[in-house]
């Protein structure tokens, strides 16, 4: 408030993972009237949201306005390397969740991986589209320099200039297509899903 600060998000890439922590972080914004002045948004997982389902309006007393969901794109779906604790259809229930609440929903995706196709972007679109999050962001895979993944990647990674890793710039290729290839249906999928929201 002394900062003029009317908006925030939480730099926690899951907060919502102890309950109970949360719980009386809204409390105390409620107590001391600040949802009034300022709202804010997170990021999190569909599994608490699904988790959490009766509290969402609570979450939006308390100035919860925007929450960014880490989705699993058509890809990611079907590569055993990632731990895949939803489905197609909880990913849908949960973005509807929040949209009943009041707050303003931003679907994640992760494309770029080494069996991304044509076909699975655009899965990931219709995917997108069938959901109808207020956002959609789709993020290149970046394995990070120096980690176990760079390494483990290391011959299927093309861009070593690291002012490039910026989750817009394809790093990686995939066995299928080129980056550029990659590239151009990622801006297809956001050029198709903001002029279809904004007809």
């Given at each position: ?96 969740l929040l949209r009943e609440a009041d707050i303003f929903t931003e679907a994640q995706f992760i494309v770029g991986l080494d069996n991304e196709t044509a076909e699975t972007l ?31 990647l290391r011959d299927q990674v093309e861009v070593f200039d690291y002012s490039k890793y910026n989750f817009v710039t394809p790093i990686m290729k995939p066995k299928e297509m ?22």
């Amino acid at each position: 408030e002394n900062h003029g600060v009317g908006f925030f998000i939480l730099a926690d890439e899951e907060p919502t993972i102890n309950r109970k922590k949360f719980i009386e972080f809204c409390e105390e914004l409620i107590a001391r009237d600040l949802p009034r002045r300022i709202q804010w948004g997170i990021n999190t997982r569909v599994t608490d949201i699904m988790r959490d389902k009766d509290l969402l309006p609570f979450y939006r007393k308390a100035g919860l306005v925007h929450v960014s969901l880490g989705t699993e794109a058509a890809a990611q779906l079907k590569l055993d390397q990632f731990n895949k604790e939803t489905t197609v259809e909880q990913n849908k229930e949960a973005i509807r969740l929040l949209r009943e609440a009041d707050i303003f929903t931003e679907a994640q995706f992760i494309v770029g991986l080494d069996n991304e196709t044509a076909e699975t972007l655009e899965e990931t679109f219709q995917m997108a589209w069938d959901w109808q999050p207020d956002l959609a962001n789709w993020a290149m895979y970046t394995p990070w320099p120096f980690t176990p993944l760079f390494q483990e990647l290391r011959d299927q990674v093309e861009v070593f200039d690291y002012s490039k890793y910026n989750f817009v710039t394809p790093i990686m290729k995939p066995k299928e297509m080129t980056r550029g290839g990659l590239l151009e249906g990622v801006l297809k999928n956001y050029r198709r899903f903001y002029m279809r929201k904004a007809l």
